[in-house]
């Protein structure tokens, strides 16, 4: 008989568990505490260990529940060797019943996904050495030099290809056009390269994107970025009178960029909600967000969320993905502001023509308390928008899906 360990923070879940396994002719030792099951895993020829939200996969028994400790992880942890049908059993104890209607399909589907490690969603080794060296310019100990960052570009020939199309964009170039990598770099400054690079990495999952019936793959591409170079230059507007972090720019474009990363990552999983979510738009006037939440309990924004944390996304990048349509407007710290702004900005780019879904569907309406929050005032908003119109299209050129 194969011997399992089962680790179940939750004592009813747990007990559930232990009888199916038992029923399925497994020994099995049950633990509340997973370094507790930790300590003896050798012993054993299978490791489940269960809390509360995530499902993470790991070889060794004994990392993976210390992962699991130190994240605070709640959810599912599986050994890889699993045999399919434990795995099964475990996902039907932790997700409920199987569901009868399309509406608890889907829920059921959803809770799954947001329980298991995105695999495919990992970074080329070269754009994530580049996103470390990047990350945070305002931590004098980890700022890398040009020469460094440049060196490590050079490796990737489609990113060298970007650095150096950015540099002679408007907003940038000099008297000269830029032909060198190591000059582009110099003039974009790292925290632009930073988020050209993420901006990248967000493309790579639109393009590797299976088809979904409907979804337009370049339509999400065009708000994507219409959001991020709104963001930015809406940063340029409010950034002296509310005192914000210069080096916040590059948050204020690539949470623009990331924002519905979710809506990607949703549909792919499941390509049939995206015709409901549609219908539900049409027919009720729901919001996308409305309309996800009707039918599978959550929104893009949790999924986006989920993927952020297993990209390690900075605090704001998360909070941004995950409150964009729900901003506090009391919020002024420096991620309330940005998490605003991007949703200033994603009304905009609707209102500019780089909306997501189609006609008849709802343009959001701009929030008065949130322009409040950012003091922007209407006329300001206005004023913006050709200046807005014209980088989002020369960024579509720069960076087209
Ligand atoms: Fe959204
Ligand atoms: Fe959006």
Redesign the pocket.
């Known amino acids: 008989m194969k011997k399992i360990v089962v680790v179940v923070g939750d004592a009813e879940k747990r007990q559930e568990l232990v009888s199916a396994l038992t029923d399925a002719g497994y020994e099995v030792t049950p633990f509340g505490d997973p370094l507790e099951a930790a300590r003896a895993t050798s012993k054993f020829h299978f490791v489940v260990v269960i809390t509360e939200e995530t499902v993470v996969k790991h070889h060794d028994g004994l990392v993976l529940a210390k992962v699991a400790r130190s994240k605070g992880l709640a959810g599912l942890v599986l050994h890889s060797e699993l045999p399919a049908e434990v795995v099964m059993l475990c996902q039907d104890i932790i997700n409920g019943p199987k569901p009868q209607s399309s509406r608890d399909e889907y829920r059921y589907r959803i809770q799954g996904l947001l329980r298991q490690t995105l695999e495919p969603l990992t970074l080329p080794e070269i754009r994530q050495r580049v996103i470390e060296l990047t990350a945070d310019q305002r931590d004098p100990f980890r700022a890398p030099d040009i020469k460094q960052v440049t060196d490590v570009i050079q490796q990737d020939p489609q990113l060298t290809a970007l650095m150096i199309r950015l540099a002679n964009t408007v907003l940038i170039r000099g008297i000269e056009q830029v032909s060198s990598v190591g000059v582009a770099v110099g003039r974009l400054g790292l925290l632009r390269v930073h988020a050209a690079v993420m901006t990248m990495a967000v493309l790579d999952i639109v393009k590797g994107m299976a088809a979904v019936p409907g979804f337009d793959p370049h339509q999400f591409w065009r ?1 994507f970025i219409a ?1 991020a170079v709104t963001s930015e230059v809406l940063f340029e507007l409010v950034r002296d009178r509310l005192q914000l972090d210069p080096a916040l720019a590059s948050k204020a474009f690539t949470g623009g960029i990331m ?2 990363v979710g809506k990607v990552i949703l549909y792919e999983h499941a390509p049939e909600l995206f015709g409901d979510v549609l219908k539900l738009m049409r027919y009720r006037d729901h919001s996308m967000w409305e309309a996800e939440h009707g039918l599978c309990g959550v929104s893009h924004c949790t999924v986006g969320t989920r993927f952020s944390q297993q990209w390690r996304l900075s605090a704001i990048l998360e909070m941004v993905i995950k409150f ?1 349509h729900t901003p506090d407007c009391r919020n002024v710290s420096e991620s309330g502001r940005i998490i605003s702004l991007v949703q200033v900005a ?1 009304a905009l ?1 609707w209102q500019l023509g780089f909306g ?1 879904g189609g006609d008849g569907l709802t343009v959001p309406a701009l929030n008065a308390d949130i322009l409040r929050l950012l003091d922007l005032k209407n006329e300001e908003i206005e004023a913006l928008k050709p200046v807005a119109l014209e980088r989002i299209h020369e960024m579509l050129a720069v960076i087209p899906l």
Request: hydrophobic share 25%.
């Open positions: 708000h959001c924002h519905d964009h994603d780019a997501v």
